[in-house]
Protein backbone atom coordinates (compact mmCIF):
# COMPACT_ATOMS: atom_id res chain seq x y z
CA UNK A 1 0.00 0.00 0.00
CA UNK A 2 2.75 1.93 0.82
CA UNK A 3 4.20 1.51 -2.46
CA UNK A 4 1.50 1.90 -4.53
CA UNK A 5 0.87 5.79 -2.49
CA UNK A 6 4.64 6.62 -3.78
CA UNK A 7 3.56 5.99 -7.14
CA UNK A 8 1.03 8.11 -6.72
CA UNK A 9 2.91 10.72 -5.65
CA UNK A 10 5.74 10.55 -7.73
CA UNK A 11 3.21 10.45 -10.79
CA UNK A 12 1.80 13.76 -9.37
CA UNK A 13 4.87 15.82 -8.91
CA UNK A 14 5.67 14.63 -12.51
CA UNK A 15 2.54 16.09 -14.08
CA UNK A 16 3.10 19.33 -12.00
CA UNK A 17 6.24 19.42 -13.51
CA UNK A 18 5.12 18.38 -16.63
CA UNK A 19 2.44 21.31 -16.19
CA UNK A 20 5.66 24.11 -14.98
CA UNK A 21 7.66 23.18 -18.20
CA UNK A 22 5.17 23.75 -21.07
CA UNK A 23 3.61 26.57 -19.36
CA UNK A 24 4.40 29.75 -21.29
CA UNK A 25 6.96 31.92 -19.67
CA UNK A 26 5.54 35.32 -18.30
CA UNK A 27 6.02 38.24 -20.44
CA UNK A 28 8.66 40.59 -18.92
CA UNK A 29 7.24 44.11 -18.25
CA UNK A 30 8.77 47.27 -16.63
CA UNK A 31 7.78 51.05 -15.65
CA UNK A 32 7.72 54.12 -16.92
CA UNK A 33 6.56 57.45 -15.36
CA UNK A 34 6.24 60.40 -17.01
CA UNK A 35 4.96 64.02 -15.99
CA UNK A 36 3.41 66.06 -18.41
CA UNK A 37 0.85 68.52 -16.55
CA UNK A 38 -2.77 67.67 -16.44
CA UNK A 39 -2.48 63.69 -15.67
CA UNK A 40 -5.93 63.61 -17.40
CA UNK A 41 -4.46 64.21 -20.91
CA UNK A 42 -1.72 61.89 -20.48
CA UNK A 43 -3.58 58.50 -19.87
CA UNK A 44 -5.00 57.39 -23.89
CA UNK A 45 -1.82 58.65 -25.77
CA UNK A 46 -0.93 55.76 -24.07
CA UNK A 47 -3.10 53.24 -23.54
CA UNK A 48 -3.58 53.67 -26.95
CA UNK A 49 -0.32 51.34 -27.46
CA UNK A 50 -0.07 48.07 -28.53
CA UNK A 51 2.04 46.41 -25.67
CA UNK A 52 1.01 48.44 -22.45
CA UNK A 53 -0.79 46.92 -20.42
CA UNK A 54 -1.88 49.72 -17.95
CA UNK A 55 -1.46 53.56 -17.37
CA UNK A 56 -1.98 55.07 -13.92
CA UNK A 57 -2.31 58.76 -12.86
CA UNK A 58 -0.77 60.28 -9.26
CA UNK A 59 1.50 61.68 -7.89
CA UNK A 60 5.07 61.35 -7.16
CA UNK A 61 8.34 63.47 -6.51
CA UNK A 62 7.37 65.45 -3.21
CA UNK A 63 7.59 65.44 0.22
CA UNK A 64 4.67 64.05 2.07
CA UNK A 65 3.45 60.44 2.13
CA UNK A 66 0.15 59.38 0.43
CA UNK A 67 -0.94 62.41 -0.76
CA UNK A 68 -4.17 63.19 -2.34
CA UNK A 69 -5.81 65.32 -4.79
CA UNK A 70 -6.81 68.16 -2.35
CA UNK A 71 -3.19 68.45 -0.54
CA UNK A 72 -0.77 66.76 -3.60
CA UNK A 73 0.51 70.36 -4.40
CA UNK A 74 1.31 71.20 -1.11
CA UNK A 75 3.19 68.28 -0.49
CA UNK A 76 5.65 69.35 -3.55
CA UNK A 77 4.26 66.66 -5.46
CA UNK A 78 3.89 66.48 -9.33
CA UNK A 79 0.79 65.04 -11.15
CA UNK A 80 2.49 61.71 -13.13
CA UNK A 81 1.24 58.90 -15.60
CA UNK A 82 2.93 55.20 -14.39
CA UNK A 83 2.96 53.49 -17.51
CA UNK A 84 3.21 49.60 -17.30
CA UNK A 85 4.25 47.86 -20.60
CA UNK A 86 5.89 44.48 -22.49
CA UNK A 87 9.17 44.65 -23.04
CA UNK A 88 8.62 42.80 -26.47
CA UNK A 89 5.77 44.96 -27.61
CA UNK A 90 7.30 48.28 -27.41
CA UNK A 91 10.63 49.73 -25.88
CA UNK A 92 11.07 52.54 -23.66
CA UNK A 93 12.79 54.67 -26.46
CA UNK A 94 9.21 54.62 -27.76
CA UNK A 95 7.22 56.09 -25.16
CA UNK A 96 9.68 58.54 -24.98
CA UNK A 97 8.63 59.30 -28.85
CA UNK A 98 5.15 59.27 -27.70
CA UNK A 99 5.71 61.38 -24.46
CA UNK A 100 7.47 64.59 -26.30
CA UNK A 101 4.65 64.72 -28.43
CA UNK A 102 2.20 65.42 -25.81
CA UNK A 103 4.26 68.31 -24.10
CA UNK A 104 5.63 71.65 -24.47
CA UNK A 105 9.15 70.84 -23.68
CA UNK A 106 10.16 74.38 -23.50
CA UNK A 107 7.89 75.69 -20.57
CA UNK A 108 9.55 75.41 -17.00
CA UNK A 109 6.34 76.94 -15.62
CA UNK A 110 3.58 74.29 -16.29
CA UNK A 111 1.53 73.14 -19.49
CA UNK A 112 -0.56 74.91 -21.49
CA UNK A 113 -3.34 76.28 -19.42
CA UNK A 114 -2.34 74.66 -16.08
CA UNK A 115 0.64 76.76 -14.35
CA UNK A 116 2.64 75.83 -11.36
CA UNK A 117 4.84 73.10 -10.58
CA UNK A 118 2.47 70.63 -9.72
CA UNK A 119 2.18 70.63 -13.69
CA UNK A 120 5.34 70.67 -15.18
CA UNK A 121 6.81 67.97 -17.81
CA UNK A 122 9.52 65.52 -16.06
CA UNK A 123 11.09 61.77 -16.73
CA UNK A 124 11.46 59.80 -13.79
CA UNK A 125 13.78 56.69 -14.48
CA UNK A 126 13.48 53.72 -12.64
CA UNK A 127 16.97 52.63 -13.71
CA UNK A 128 20.28 53.53 -15.07
CA UNK A 129 19.00 52.23 -18.84
CA UNK A 130 16.48 54.28 -18.57
CA UNK A 131 17.97 57.70 -17.65
CA UNK A 132 20.30 56.84 -20.62
CA UNK A 133 17.75 56.39 -22.93
CA UNK A 134 16.04 59.49 -21.75
CA UNK A 135 18.65 61.95 -22.33
CA UNK A 136 19.53 60.61 -25.30
CA UNK A 137 15.86 61.03 -26.63
CA UNK A 138 16.20 64.48 -25.56
CA UNK A 139 19.51 65.33 -26.99
CA UNK A 140 18.32 64.24 -30.35
CA UNK A 141 14.91 66.10 -30.17
CA UNK A 142 16.66 69.15 -28.91
CA UNK A 143 19.09 69.02 -32.22
CA UNK A 144 16.17 68.15 -34.38
CA UNK A 145 15.45 72.15 -34.71
CA UNK A 146 11.73 71.83 -33.77
CA UNK A 147 11.53 74.13 -30.96
CA UNK A 148 12.61 77.82 -30.95
CA UNK A 149 13.50 77.13 -27.43
CA UNK A 150 16.02 75.45 -25.07
CA UNK A 151 14.27 71.67 -23.41
CA UNK A 152 13.83 72.11 -20.02
CA UNK A 153 12.20 69.23 -19.28
CA UNK A 154 14.13 67.25 -16.08
CA UNK A 155 15.03 64.23 -16.16
CA UNK A 156 15.44 62.81 -12.95
CA UNK A 157 15.26 59.17 -10.58
CA UNK A 158 12.16 58.17 -9.69
CA UNK A 159 10.83 58.39 -5.86
CA UNK A 160 7.60 56.57 -4.90
CA UNK A 161 4.42 56.76 -7.14
CA UNK A 162 1.13 57.00 -5.21
CA UNK A 163 -1.86 56.02 -7.70
CA UNK A 164 -4.20 59.04 -7.41
CA UNK A 165 -8.18 58.28 -7.06
CA UNK A 166 -10.21 55.98 -8.59
CA UNK A 167 -12.47 59.09 -10.53
CA UNK A 168 -9.38 60.12 -11.86
CA UNK A 169 -8.48 57.42 -13.18
CA UNK A 170 -9.81 57.15 -17.31
CA UNK A 171 -11.09 60.45 -16.70
CA UNK A 172 -11.44 60.76 -20.85
CA UNK A 173 -13.52 58.02 -20.69
CA UNK A 174 -16.02 58.57 -17.77
CA UNK A 175 -16.71 62.11 -18.47
CA UNK A 176 -16.13 62.37 -22.14
CA UNK A 177 -18.02 65.37 -22.10
CA UNK A 178 -16.28 67.79 -19.41
CA UNK A 179 -12.68 66.26 -20.78
CA UNK A 180 -13.44 67.10 -24.29
CA UNK A 181 -13.95 70.75 -23.35
CA UNK A 182 -11.33 70.95 -20.68
CA UNK A 183 -8.96 69.31 -23.22
CA UNK A 184 -10.23 72.01 -26.18
CA UNK A 185 -9.96 74.87 -23.91
CA UNK A 186 -6.42 74.41 -22.68
CA UNK A 187 -4.48 74.79 -25.66
CA UNK A 188 -2.51 71.61 -25.80
CA UNK A 189 -3.95 70.44 -29.27
CA UNK A 190 -3.10 73.87 -30.76
CA UNK A 191 0.34 73.78 -30.36
CA UNK A 192 0.68 69.94 -30.86
CA UNK A 193 -0.64 70.29 -33.82
CA UNK A 194 1.55 73.89 -34.68
CA UNK A 195 4.61 71.85 -33.40
CA UNK A 196 4.04 68.32 -35.37
CA UNK A 197 1.30 68.75 -37.59
CA UNK A 198 1.05 65.16 -39.29
CA UNK A 199 3.93 63.62 -37.00
CA UNK A 200 1.94 64.52 -34.32
CA UNK A 201 1.50 60.85 -33.58
CA UNK A 202 4.50 58.57 -32.80
CA UNK A 203 3.82 55.12 -32.02
CA UNK A 204 0.94 53.63 -34.16
CA UNK A 205 -2.37 53.09 -31.76
CA UNK A 206 -4.43 50.02 -31.23
CA UNK A 207 -7.78 50.70 -33.14
CA UNK A 208 -10.45 51.84 -29.85
CA UNK A 209 -8.07 50.00 -27.70
CA UNK A 210 -7.88 53.29 -25.00
CA UNK A 211 -12.05 51.91 -24.76
CA UNK A 212 -11.60 48.93 -22.67
CA UNK A 213 -14.14 46.25 -22.96
CA UNK A 214 -16.13 47.56 -25.89
CA UNK A 215 -17.53 43.94 -26.70
CA UNK A 216 -19.06 44.12 -22.83
CA UNK A 217 -20.29 47.59 -23.17
CA UNK A 218 -21.93 47.92 -26.55
CA UNK A 219 -24.68 45.38 -28.47
CA UNK A 220 -23.58 43.25 -31.11
CA UNK A 221 -25.02 45.68 -33.79
CA UNK A 222 -23.29 48.56 -31.85
CA UNK A 223 -20.11 47.18 -31.87
CA UNK A 224 -20.40 45.98 -35.52
CA UNK A 225 -21.30 49.08 -36.59
CA UNK A 226 -18.75 51.04 -34.78
CA UNK A 227 -15.41 48.74 -34.38
CA UNK A 228 -15.76 46.57 -37.99
CA UNK A 229 -17.44 49.45 -39.97
CA UNK A 230 -20.51 47.74 -40.49
CA UNK A 231 -23.89 48.76 -41.72
CA UNK A 232 -27.11 48.44 -39.82
CA UNK A 233 -30.64 47.77 -42.08
CA UNK A 234 -31.94 50.70 -43.29
CA UNK A 235 -35.82 51.77 -41.91
CA UNK A 236 -35.18 49.02 -39.30
CA UNK A 237 -33.15 50.57 -36.17
CA UNK A 238 -32.85 53.66 -33.53
CA UNK A 239 -33.34 56.85 -34.77
CA UNK A 240 -34.31 56.78 -38.97
CA UNK A 241 -37.76 58.10 -38.01
CA UNK A 242 -37.37 60.37 -34.83
CA UNK A 243 -38.62 63.13 -34.89
CA UNK A 244 -37.82 64.08 -30.80
CA UNK A 245 -35.96 67.75 -29.86
CA UNK A 246 -32.35 66.66 -28.96
CA UNK A 247 -28.63 66.08 -29.77
CA UNK A 248 -27.12 62.77 -31.12
CA UNK A 249 -23.63 61.63 -29.50
CA UNK A 250 -20.98 58.95 -30.24
CA UNK A 251 -21.97 56.14 -28.54
CA UNK A 252 -18.69 55.40 -27.32
CA UNK A 253 -17.25 58.62 -26.36
CA UNK A 254 -20.43 60.74 -25.68
CA UNK A 255 -18.92 63.52 -28.16
CA UNK A 256 -21.28 65.54 -29.32
CA UNK A 257 -21.78 64.95 -33.52
CA UNK A 258 -25.61 65.98 -34.53
CA UNK A 259 -28.74 67.97 -33.75
CA UNK A 260 -32.05 67.51 -34.69
CA UNK A 261 -32.60 70.71 -35.93
CA UNK A 262 -30.39 69.67 -38.82
CA UNK A 263 -32.08 66.29 -39.18
CA UNK A 264 -34.06 65.75 -42.35
CA UNK A 265 -36.48 63.15 -43.15
CA UNK A 266 -34.31 61.97 -47.08
CA UNK A 267 -35.78 58.69 -47.45
CA UNK A 268 -33.32 56.33 -47.04
CA UNK A 269 -34.05 54.17 -44.14
CA UNK A 270 -31.24 55.70 -42.04
CA UNK A 271 -30.82 59.04 -39.45
CA UNK A 272 -29.78 62.02 -41.84
CA UNK A 273 -28.55 65.22 -41.50
CA UNK A 274 -27.41 68.07 -43.31
CA UNK A 275 -24.50 69.42 -41.24
CA UNK A 276 -22.55 68.29 -38.31
CA UNK A 277 -23.13 69.79 -34.96
CA UNK A 278 -19.74 69.75 -34.03
CA UNK A 279 -17.60 69.47 -37.04
CA UNK A 280 -14.39 69.15 -35.02
CA UNK A 281 -15.76 66.00 -34.04
CA UNK A 282 -16.02 64.59 -37.15
CA UNK A 283 -13.15 63.04 -39.64
CA UNK A 284 -13.72 61.79 -43.06
CA UNK A 285 -11.83 59.43 -44.50
CA UNK A 286 -11.96 58.01 -48.45
CA UNK A 287 -13.55 54.53 -48.64
CA UNK A 288 -13.61 52.51 -51.72
CA UNK A 289 -15.35 49.72 -50.89
CA UNK A 290 -18.84 48.16 -52.47
CA UNK A 291 -16.72 48.80 -55.65
CA UNK A 292 -17.28 52.69 -55.77
CA UNK A 293 -15.08 55.69 -54.05
CA UNK A 294 -17.43 57.21 -50.78
CA UNK A 295 -16.82 59.73 -47.89
CA UNK A 296 -16.61 57.64 -44.80
CA UNK A 297 -17.74 59.25 -41.47
CA UNK A 298 -15.60 58.79 -38.28
CA UNK A 299 -15.67 60.32 -34.93
CA UNK A 300 -12.44 62.18 -33.70
CA UNK A 301 -12.19 61.06 -30.35
CA UNK A 302 -13.10 57.34 -29.91
CA UNK A 303 -12.79 56.78 -34.39
CA UNK A 304 -15.91 54.89 -34.78
CA UNK A 305 -17.23 54.48 -37.74
CA UNK A 306 -20.48 56.31 -38.03
CA UNK A 307 -21.99 56.29 -41.71
CA UNK A 308 -20.86 58.40 -45.03
CA UNK A 309 -21.60 61.94 -46.40
CA UNK A 310 -23.07 62.71 -49.80
CA UNK A 311 -23.62 65.24 -52.42
CA UNK A 312 -27.07 64.97 -52.86
CA UNK A 313 -28.97 67.12 -49.31
CA UNK A 314 -31.11 69.42 -49.53
CA UNK A 315 -30.26 73.38 -48.99
CA UNK A 316 -28.44 74.90 -47.39
CA UNK A 317 -25.11 72.74 -47.52
CA UNK A 318 -26.40 70.44 -50.10
CA UNK A 319 -25.09 67.47 -48.05
CA UNK A 320 -26.30 64.36 -46.92
CA UNK A 321 -24.65 62.93 -43.55
CA UNK A 322 -26.20 59.16 -43.59
CA UNK A 323 -25.32 58.02 -39.93
CA UNK A 324 -26.20 54.77 -38.46
CA UNK A 325 -28.37 55.11 -35.28
CA UNK A 326 -26.56 52.19 -33.83
CA UNK A 327 -22.99 54.51 -33.46
CA UNK A 328 -24.98 57.55 -31.80
CA UNK A 329 -26.80 57.93 -28.19
CA UNK A 330 -29.66 60.33 -28.73
CA UNK A 331 -30.05 62.84 -25.60
CA UNK A 332 -33.51 64.58 -25.30
CA UNK A 333 -33.38 68.49 -25.46
CA UNK A 334 -35.16 68.52 -22.13
CA UNK A 335 -31.93 66.02 -20.65
CA UNK A 336 -29.25 68.22 -21.80
CA UNK A 337 -28.68 69.78 -18.75
CA UNK A 338 -28.85 66.68 -16.90
CA UNK A 339 -26.80 64.76 -19.09
CA UNK A 340 -23.75 67.07 -19.05
CA UNK A 341 -24.41 69.16 -22.33
CA UNK A 342 -26.07 72.10 -21.70
CA UNK A 343 -24.05 74.27 -23.50
CA UNK A 344 -26.68 72.88 -26.54
CA UNK A 345 -29.49 73.52 -24.54
CA UNK A 346 -30.18 77.20 -26.39
CA UNK A 347 -30.39 75.36 -29.55
CA UNK A 348 -33.80 73.84 -28.55
CA UNK A 349 -35.69 77.37 -26.78
CA UNK A 350 -38.29 78.79 -27.94
Known sequence: MVTQYKKILLIMLLSGAALLWSSPAMAATERAIFAGGCFWCMEKPFEQIDGVISVVSGYTNGKTVNPNYQNYNQGGH???????????KVTYAQLLDVFWRQINPTDAGGQFVDRGYAYTSAIFYLNEAQRVEAEKSKAELAKSGRFSKPLVTPIQ?????YAAEEYHQDYYIKNPVRYWYYRKGSGRDTYLDKIWGEERHGVKPVSSHAYKDLKAKLTPLQYKVTQEEGTEPPFNNTYWNNKAA?????????EPLFSSTDKYKSGTGWPSFTKPLEPENIV????????SVRTEIRSKKADSHLGHVFNDGPAPTGLRYCMNSAA????????LQEEGYGQFANLFKK
Open 78 to 88: VEVVEITYETS
Open 157 to 161: PAKTF
Open 246 to 254: GIYVDIVSG
Open 284 to 291: EKEDRGLF
Open 328 to 335: MRFIPADK
